[in-house]
T-cell receptor
């Protein structure tokens, strides 16, 4: 059974802090790992990583994948109150999975002014 | 905006009644998915579709059925709703660019079973 575990489950920081969110996984025939941000609505897509060691960046957010150690991290620098959200990690297995994703339980990030 | 709508957006129903949720997409994507989201569980896959009339079960499919008679519509049916099916339901599509399978989510349906 595919498994995705995120840590910490919740995190409270102040504006300007840097945070690191973790995602570890056990997946048969790994193909990709995805990060989503969820405010009080639908999850929005952030990054997809397929190759180990390659960093994906978008503004203050960046993510890297370690396929050997089976984890990924999501970094947010200079946090803002608008970064407050649930961050979800998901993995996709290969084979005839038709793109099915297995999600972690999410990390709740709260950024105080 | 991935061109996904869900209806209804909110519904309250009684235990034992049938309920159908609709997901509609405007961009002709082949792959569609239904998830439920509950506190402490993240998103869990209920059913998915890889084409018209081609569907399969996800990890929490008991008590649910789906149908896809047209590319643009994916219906989720609770044959006899139970209180344990109170949840937020999200539909997702996958554009499948090359070998990529990132998914984009609809706005969600909040279902309460009393």
């Amino acid at each position: 059974e595919d498994k995705v575990v995120q840590s910490p489950l919740s995190l409270v920081v102040h504006e300007g802090d840097t945070v690191t969110l973790n995602c570890s996984y056990e997946v048969t025939n790994f193909r990709s790992l995805l990060w989503y941000k969820q405010e009080k609505k639908a999850p929005t897509f952030l990054f997809m990583l397929t190759s180990s060691g390659i960093e994906k960046k978008s503004g203050r957010l960046s993510s890297i994948l370690d396929k050997k150690e089976l984890f990924s991290i999501l970094n947010i620098t200079a946090t803002q109150t608008g970064d407050s959200a649930v961050y979800l990690c998901a993995v996709r297995a290969g084979g005839t999975s038709y793109g099915k994703l297995t999600f972690g339980q999410g990390t709740i990030l709260t950024v105080h002014p | 905006d991935a061109g996904i709508t869900q209806s209804p957006r909110h519904k309250v129903t009684e235990t034992g009644t049938p309920v159908t949720l609709r997901c509609h997409q405007t961009e002709n994507h082949r792959y569609m998915y239904w998830y439920r989201q509950d506190p402490g569980h993240g998103l869990r896959l209920i059913h998915y579709s890889y084409g018209v009339k081609d569907t399969d079960k996800g990890e929490v499919s008991d008590g649910y059925s789906v149908s896809r008679s047209k590319t643009e519509d994916f219906l989720l049916t609770l044959e006899s709703a139970t209180s344990s099916q109170t949840s937020v339901y999200f539909c997702a599509i996958s554009p499948q660019r090359n070998t990529a399978y990132e998914q984009y989510f609809g706005p969600g349906t909040r279902l309460t079973v009393t």
